[in-house]
């Protein structure tokens, strides 16, 4: 091997990585290449800035200055204007069950404060006649968004997915090929492969250990995006119910579809962070269909009873582990 070639080798397989506390989570981020480094300083700060514009608590995000002006038009950022858009055309796909203004509702839920409580079912119905993001008043010539009043927005849903496809596109500026994002464990970007040409291994969470330290799969993949929602993420109990965060805007209660987690594999990932969500909300019957219709990603489902359905593209991909190894596994075809 010559000098200059072991050279290259050292630069390609030169590992930066780093973590950003924000969006609620813990994300970290790893790059080779020689502009790594960089690379990662870019997004972390391009991460940091969308949480600020983009958190639905923190008083001087752009979301926030929406809702506390509810009924008046607040100007806004390109970005915001685009997210809320996109969501919203996504949402009416889905028949709703994406719905970025259930904000009012998960709040009265406690699930963005973290003091729980389980709501009476009046407060309930009085509430979700302020959930309809058909309601949402974009005009983006002006760059405002009207919400009306008593209805707010939350981009909760969809962030994560869509920071990972701008840390994607900042990682290929700086000429890098080869990256691992991990936001949260609910988003996941592997960009490429790994610098020694094999695929990435990235585990789905075992939605029924509350520990998080156990996995249900693996799911072996270069160049692609996998988001998962899932019940153990954010919940509570009372008398022994489980209540989590993921809410059907139809009901205005936690999701109980019969999946209790969502694994999406996509090309971008605001696409997947919108499906694992909406996908968590219709149950198994609706997110086949859709995908049937729509196409455009793979899936790996897991029911309340441990069954584990995989789209035919994912099959070949996804590798259960632990308890799952020998748990029951579908796999649904495109052709019905
Ligand atoms: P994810 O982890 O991507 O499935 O997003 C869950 C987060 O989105 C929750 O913590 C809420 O902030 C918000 N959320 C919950 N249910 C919905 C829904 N049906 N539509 C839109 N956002 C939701
Ligand atoms: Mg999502």
């Not at 790893?30 to 790594?36: F, L, V």
């Not at 389980?118 to 509430?127: D, M, W």
């Not at 793979?298 to 308890?323: K, Q, R, W």
Request: glycine share 8%.
């Amino acid at each position: 091997m010559s000098v200059s070639s072991e050279a290259e080798e050292t630069a390609e397989t030169l590992e930066a990585t780093a973590e950003v506390f924000a969006m609620d989570t813990y994300i970290s981020l790893k790059a080779y290449g020689s502009r790594g480094e960089e690379a990662l300083d870019a997004v972390s700060t391009m991460i940091s800035d969308l949480d600020a514009r983009l958190s639905v608590t923190d008083t001087s995000s752009e979301i926030y200055a929406i809702n506390a002006a509810a009924g008046t038009p607040v100007t806004v950022s390109d970005t915001t204007i685009s997210l809320i858009q996109r969501s919203v055309e996504f949402g009416s796909t889905v028949s709703g069950a994406l719905d970025i203004t259930i904000y009012p509702i998960s709040r009265t839920w406690g699930f963005t404060t973290g003091v729980y409580q389980v709501p009476t079912a009046e407060s309930i119905v009085e509430l979700l006649q302020y959930v309809n993001d058909d309601a949402v008043v974009v005009d983006a010539e002006a760059s405002t968004v009207l919400v009306p009043e008593n209805t707010e927005v939350d981009l909760g849903a969809v962030v994560k997915g869509y920071a990972g496809d701008q840390a994607v596109e900042i990682l290929k500026e700086y000429g890098v090929t080869s990256a691992l994002l991990n936001l949260g464990g609910s988003t996941i970007r592997a960009l490429g492969a790994k610098p020694d040409g094999s695929s990435w291994r990235i585990a789905i969470q075992d939605p029924n250990d509350e520990s998080g330290a156990t996995y249900a799969g693996v799911l072996t993949v270069t160049d692609c995006a996998i988001d998962t929602s899932g019940g153990y993420e954010r919940y509570f109990e009372e008398d022994g119910v489980t209540y989590w965060h993921i809410i059907d805007p139809s009901t205005g209660y936690p999701a109980k579809s019969g999946l209790i987690s969502v694994t999406i594999l996509s090309a971008d990932s605001f696409s997947g962070d919108c499906l694992s969500t909406a996908c968590f909300v219709m149950g198994l019957e609706d997110t086949i269909s859709y995908w049937r219709t729509y196409g455009d990603f793979e899936f790996v489902l897991i029911t309340e009873e441990n069954v584990i359905y995989v789209s035919e593209g994912a099959e070949e991909l996804f590798t259960p582990v632990n308890d799952f190894e020998n748990a029951e596994l579908i796999v649904v075809p495109y052709e019905e």
